[in-house]
């Protein structure tokens, strides 16, 4: 399988030396993998970063900027970061009113946070830690305990990041960020199988003809194999497991996104949001938002996700608020 | 080969009923393939308006929003719209200053354009074109006479829809674009052929250790097919052949953009930044600003894009002028 890389090996720091090169916005810790805000830390807010394994870009450090994330940490493909990675970025952007880690649910990414919040906390930082579990497909998956983190932590990103920018304390924070986290639901579909760097080739095989429902963002089993389907009955079946989780009263207001998994055409994400919306009318749900792009993507995999998240005042205004990352910008 | 689509001949439609669904700063043409802001035409404003066959997403619906283009016609996939659909786009867009066509250099685009400014004309309408030829792979191709244009094709919108906002005429708004014209160049690569929803199975053959370089954004034959190379070779034979063509003076400042072709992970976009920002160095180029990301795409195709522009103080501001559209945001 071909792919615009050179070694293997060397993906992820090449990767974050072409993104610094490309915004001056960023900077990247020295001997780390890790990118934070130029002029992190900043005094007097709560730093809010976040980290996992590489292959999701943009997702980390694609949203570090004012409005979103003070840091994101890289670790290799599919791999979670080092604590010791996580524990310097958390210190490195520590502004005086403690730091939010902003954790996806996969077992080492939730064993290596702790670890480096307590490292960071003998240093004398204060750090909170949520985690995000919006992934409705499965209970319990190859590397999580529990329901994977997937799309729906962009919008904890953004209202985390937003709460944070506006002053609140480092409690305030964590709240809205919790606030995100019990009320987002998301599923995926994979037509096609990542590959990674390392293996170059596909981490699942998958009939020319079948997709896989309920799909991990690793390639981590879903909820079954079914033969290829239209669009419109592909977005039905993601759509209904997650309102069916979510079990929102009729006139609820939510914001959408339609993922792409990395190797979608945005084209048919398109295709996708116009039946997503027919099916929010159809519920009675009253859209006040919807994204439309590659926000947590799988390497080069084909497929989509679909994220719903109900909105009250307080969420719409933090979303609403200004950001400014080199994939998310929200104008003043 | 598996898509998130309907039935082929919808997806067009479909994507564009998707996209206004998304974007309230979007407005569909009844009955008609064109998308243009909301609020056109802007009474007093040249209307900027583009077009081409669909395939190349967010190009260049994507653009349409305050500070680029006010109109973009869809053709079918890698098919020119036609010239009632152009025409009905100019006269909807012209708010009596007149309206400026930006025009990738295929012949059945440019001679739709044509016809309908014609047609447009004879309602009344001042209407002016230009025609971008960035790709320096090849002199004439299929669909073709001259060179093809390509990703060079943005900075025409972002530049001319700058000069427009800020109260150009229609002749100052022409010159612009066609300083963006003379001092762009553009090449790109394939490693994957692109696939149609139509035909359903690649539209060129590509072995599994080959890559076509000068390859067209229709999957058009490129220079030549060599043996798949690491990232930094291929970035090196692209931009040399960039910069064979433009032939810029030690010290030009420049704007560089890495494009994605639609399945090529954003993590392999900055890979290949890395090295094309070490070439800039050694060329002794002042880059000014970089771009990284998916601008003009050729359905799922993997591969990139290298270009080069060319920049004096007047580009630069006009580049740093607010945009709000769904593929391109710049605040104030």
Redesign the interface.
Known sequence: M??????PED??D??????V??HDSLRRLDGNEVIVRDGAPINGKVGIVSGGG??H??THA?FVGHGMLDGAAAGEIFTSPTADQLSEMVQECDGGEGVLCVVKNYEGDVMNFDTAADMAGMEGADVEQVVVNDDVAVEDSLYTSGRRGVCGTILVHKVAGAKAAAGGDLEEVAGVAEKVIDNVGTMGTA??SCVTPEKGEPTFDLG??E?ELGIGIHGEPGTERVD?M???E?TDRLTEAVLEDLDLDSGTEVVTIVNGM??????????????L?ELMDDHDLDVWD???G?YM?S??M???SITVCAVDDEIKELLSA?A?TPAL?V??
């Open positions: 071909k792919k615009l890389i050179n070694e993906v992820v090449e990767m974050l030396d072409g993104m090169e490309a590489s292959g870009e943009p694609g037509l096609t020319e003809e997709i290829h239209p669009a419109d592909i990395g190797g979608t055409p945005l084209s048919e994400l398109y295709v996708v949001n116009r039946r919306q919807q994204w439309v590659d993507t390497l080069d084909m497929g989509c200004p400014e910008t104008s003043e």
